[in-house]
């Protein structure tokens, strides 16, 4: 890669960071543990849900298959969890990237 290339890539970057933080950083408290704490739970309690979901189906079915309206159930609480897992790991990257103001104390 060309000196160039690497300088606009570098500029590319900041300018990233500066307009994201400008649109998302607004929007969002500042954040910190406890301000995650109902985050994490939410896909704690979302991922139990569709894994308690699973048991109770397979105990349901041992000699058969699982009923269409069972796998539909099963179904919702992916989507669910996949969905809320996709916020959250959205979040992450937010917060590795600098887009938000971030707090280490517990403090509020």
């Given at each position: 890669?060309?000196?160039?290339?690497?300088?606009?890539?570098?500029?590319?970057?900041?300018?990233?960071?500066?307009?994201?933080?400008?649109?998302?950083?607004?929007?969002?408290?500042?954040?910190?543990?406890?301000?995650?704490?109902?985050?994490?739970?939410?896909?704690a309690?979302?991922?139990r849900?569709?894994?308690?979901?699973?048991?109770?189906?397979a105990?349901?079915?041992?000699?058969?298959?699982?009923?269409?309206?069972?796998?539909s159930q099963?179904?919702?609480?992916?989507?669910?969890f996949?969905?809320?897992?996709?916020?959250?790991?959205?979040?992450?990257?937010?917060?590795?990237?600098?887009?938000?103001?971030?707090?280490?104390?517990?403090?509020?």
């Amino acid at each position: 890669m060309t000196i160039d290339s690497n300088r606009l890539l570098l500029e590319f970057e900041k300018l990233r960071r500066e307009i994201n933080f400008s649109v998302i950083n607004p929007a969002l408290p500042e954040l910190t543990l406890t301000t995650l704490q109902p985050i994490i739970t939410l896909v704690a309690e979302a991922r139990r849900d569709y894994l308690q979901c699973l048991v109770e189906l397979a105990n349901q079915n041992k000699s058969s298959s699982p009923a269409t309206e069972q796998i539909s159930q099963l179904k919702a609480k992916r989507e669910t969890f996949d969905e809320l897992i996709s916020a959250a790991s959205a979040l992450e990257t937010a917060i590795q990237r600098d887009y938000l103001k971030v707090r280490t104390s517990r403090k509020d």
